[in-house]
């Protein structure tokens, strides 16, 4: 009977072994996925925020060197620290002032576009991230699985090689 039970148990526990490996298989091909497509999301998020910074970097530089015309200082573009030397104290005065309205100006559009990133971030990326924890956690559970019929697998095995110890025929002649 120990044969039977072992060899029928071994077929039951083999085939959860090979459904779980299947599973398996299929979760880990749609976490590398999604990892990889936050990974991407990513990477695009940053360069969108690099990108930003230099043309909002432009303009502030664009609209300092239009402050240096607009007040008739000479401004020589291969050297614009040259400017400041030929301005009157009053420009120079004026010129500050401007300058701390665009640097304002350009830490309060920072800010802005700060907060639009975060908020895209959030809803575009978070259901990827969320999604990736939640095929981890299936993976997780299913090489836990695996790892219990794999046991009872083995062990059906052994049931079933004692089984077979069992059914062999004694020729000895001992009793």
Same mark, same amino acid.
């Given at each position: 009977?120990?044969?039977?039970?072992?060899?029928?148990?071994? &077929?039951?526990?083999? /085939? &959860?072994?090979?459904?779980?490996?299947?599973?398996?298989?299929?979760?880990?091909?749609?976490?590398?996925?999604?990892?990889?497509?936050?990974?991407?999301?990513? /990477?695009?998020?940053?360069?969108?925020?690099?990108?930003? /910074?230099?043309?909002?970097?432009?303009?502030?530089?664009?609209?300092?060197?239009?402050?240096?015309?607009?007040?008739?200082?000479?401004?020589?573009?291969?050297?614009?620290?040259?400017?400041?030397?030929?301005?009157?104290?009053?420009?120079?005065?004026?010129?500050?002032?401007?300058?701390?309205?665009?640097?304002?100006?350009?830490?309060?559009?920072?800010?802005?576009?700060?907060?639009?990133?975060?908020?895209?971030?959030?809803?575009?990326?978070?259901?990827?991230?969320? &999604?990736?924890?939640?095929?981890?956690?299936?993976?997780?559970?299913?090489?836990?699985?695996?790892?219990?019929?794999?046991?009872?697998?083995?062990?059906?095995?052994?049931?079933?090689?004692?089984?077979?110890?069992?059914?062999?025929?004694?020729?000895?002649?001992?009793?």
């Amino acid at each position: 009977m120990g044969f039977l039970s072992g060899a029928y148990g071994k &077929l039951m526990a083999g /085939k &959860l072994v090979r459904d779980l490996q299947y599973q398996m298989t299929s979760v880990q091909s749609r976490l590398r996925r999604v990892t990889r497509q936050v990974g991407d999301m990513e /990477k695009m998020f940053q360069a969108q925020e690099r990108n930003m /910074k230099s043309a909002m970097m432009g303009q502030m530089n664009y609209a300092t060197m239009g402050l240096m015309y607009g007040n008739k200082v000479q401004f020589d573009p291969n050297n614009p620290l040259a400017a400041l030397g030929n301005m009157s104290s009053q420009d120079y005065t004026q010129f500050a002032a401007i300058q701390q309205q665009v640097q304002q100006q350009y830490a309060m559009a920072q800010s802005m576009w700060q907060n639009m990133f975060e908020m895209q971030r959030e809803s575009m990326l978070q259901p990827l991230k969320d &999604l990736e924890d939640s095929l981890q956690t299936e993976k997780d559970n299913l090489e836990s699985r695996l790892k219990i019929a794999q046991a009872e697998y083995d062990a059906k095995k052994e049931e079933e090689k004692a089984g077979v110890k069992g059914l062999t025929p004694d020729y000895t002649g001992q009793a």
